[in-house]
């Protein structure tokens, strides 16, 4: 059901989320049968606050009309509490479960977190549409230490071939139990794969936190043999 509009000469203003208006919304005369839309109506968006020019043939003549799309309604949201680690960046929008409106909207602070407070703090989220209505509710952040390094795993010696190369990150993996920032650093600049040798590969994984684990494993560069190269042929 359309929701009501005021008509002001040569304007029309409808709530966002509205039906779009049919050409007979716009005509003093609704029985005017020759009228047709210029403007594509199909580009008109009801989601959006926003001016649209609409242009109407009547006959030989073109008439235009403002369709004023106006938000005059606060979104409506419903928010959870959030307890993980420090230093972890939160978005505010993170802790929004829920949000009712029929324009965009995007969620703030009313106070930035503080990420390094360990224990639990109370935020304000707040909520607002594109035509600057708001909605604020109240949160919980709870932040624990995070004393936990990081685990390496696949650093193990290899033996390889001269002339080959190999993808560490398809072999080396970290995991944390704060996965979010986790770095994994792997130094392979000793490596000269063209040249028969033991080569020592450097393995770093660092998590937001800043626990560090170091690891690292042996390249065993040799060169192939007779019956090796007569297979590679």
Known sequence: QRQMCIRDRNKMTLEAGSEKPGIADFLLDENIGSAEFVTD???VSMNH?????????????VYSVVLSVVDTKAPVISVKDIEGYAII???ASQFVTECEDETDVIFTYESEPD??????????IIATDEAGNTANAEVSLTLNEDTEPP??????????HIG?????????????????????????SSVNVNVVGD????????????????AS????????SPRDKRQSR
């Open 164 to 188: 080959n190369t190999i993808s560490y990150r398809s072999v080396v993996k970290a995991e944390d139990n704060c996965p979010e920032g986790l770095n994994l650093v792997i130094d392979s």
């Open 49 to 61: 606050v926003a001016d649209h020019a609409i242009d109407i043939q009547v006959g030989d003549e």
């Open 151 to 160: 685990v390496i795993t696949g650093a193990e010696d290899m033996p390889v």
């Open 41 to 43: 109506m199909e580009q």
């Open 199 to 214: 080569y020592i590969v450097k393995c770093t994984a660092t998590d937001a936190a800043g626990n560090s684990t170091e």
């Open 217 to 224: 494993f042996c390249l065993l560069y040799t060169s192939p």
């Open 89 to 91: 960046k939160r978005e």
């Open 115 to 124: 990420l390094k407070l360990i224990g639990t703090q109370k935020l304000v």
